[in-house]
């Protein structure tokens, strides 16, 4: 016996399909608004902090960061009034930052002219990630998350392999200045040399003894070798992947990415997914 749909459920259907659809003009539209807002709150942030623009115009930045903080409230609401499963989505990740996305202005009641609410509301930006998600940008995201995952070893080591060097060449300079040319400790030396070999430089602490320059200048230069190595070795992962077919294309039909990685035929149309060298 054929079930006709409630209007309650035809309201929830069609609201899904605005918020969460990708293929249609409705939900297209949603996203490049909801992609605007999120770009103007994050402006609306940075100038507040300008201290005499927020001055000038504080009324206007106030009641604009209200009117976005209510459409923020208002989508946060119709996400869960339209998810088949509001509770896995309230307490999923882009469920916590929807909801972290409307504190601020609520919170400003009881915590008047805070700056962490500032920031907060800078935390708006990670919602881009939702929007580039439906956009089928994910194929893309997860070849790099894969090949992340499967260098993460290489990258721990080598960071390891840092930070024992940061310690050896700090202690050194610690041994070589002296608190004369300010390395006053063991810890301040090795802020240094961390400073140094990533060619930050700051230029707070600077070595005065020929010996001290010569092994700032070797640190300078192996900074520069140590730079390239993590982006060398995801770029390596990535290359291997695609050689080795461990990540299938988009589906030759309809174009559909972010299939799982033993996958054979699309999760969308169905049809065969042919992996190209």
Not at 49 to 74: C, N, R
Not at 173 to 187: A, L, N, Q, R
Not at 213 to 242: D, N
Request: net charge positive; hydrophobic share 45%; proline share 3%.
């Amino acid at each position: 016996m054929k079930q006709y749909k409630s209007q309650s459920d035809l309201l929830k259907q069609r609201i899904n399909i605005i918020i969460h659809g990708v293929n249609t003009p409705a939900g297209k539209l949603f996203d490049i608004i909801l992609l605007g807002v999120i770009l103007l709150s994050v402006l609306l942030v940075m100038l507040e902090s300008v201290e005499h623009l927020d001055k000038k115009y504080h009324g206007f930045l106030v009641l604009s960061e209200w009117i976005i903080t209510i459409f923020f409230s208002i989508e946060y609401a119709l996400r869960i009034y339209s998810s088949r499963k509001p509770w896995k989505y309230i307490t999923s990740f882009y469920g916590i930052i929807d909801l972290i996305s409307i504190l601020p202005m609520y919170l400003s009641f009881f915590l008047p002219g805070s700056k962490i609410l500032s920031v907060v509301r800078a935390l708006r930006l990670l919602r881009l990630f939702r929007i580039l998600n439906l956009v089928q940008f994910t194929g893309q995201a997860s070849q790099l998350r894969l090949a992340i995952n499967a260098s993460r070893t290489k990258i721990i080591v080598f960071i390891y392999f840092v930070f024992i060097i940061s310690i050896l060449l700090g202690a050194v300079m610690y041994v070589v200045e002296g608190e004369e040319g300010g390395f006053t400790s063991i810890p301040t030396s090795i802020y240094w040399c961390i400073v140094t070999l990533t060619t930050v430089g700051y230029g707070d602490i600077t070595p005065i003894t020929t010996v001290g320059k010569i092994i700032a200048s070797f640190i300078m230069i192996l900074g520069y070798g140590i730079i390239a190595v993590p982006t060398g070795i995801v770029t390596a992962e990535l290359a291997s992947s695609k050689k080795n077919k461990l990540l299938p294309d988009s589906c030759p039909k309809c174009d559909t990415r972010d299939h799982r990685n033993t996958a054979e035929f699309c999760y969308k149309c169905g049809s065969s997914l042919e992996l190209q060298q």
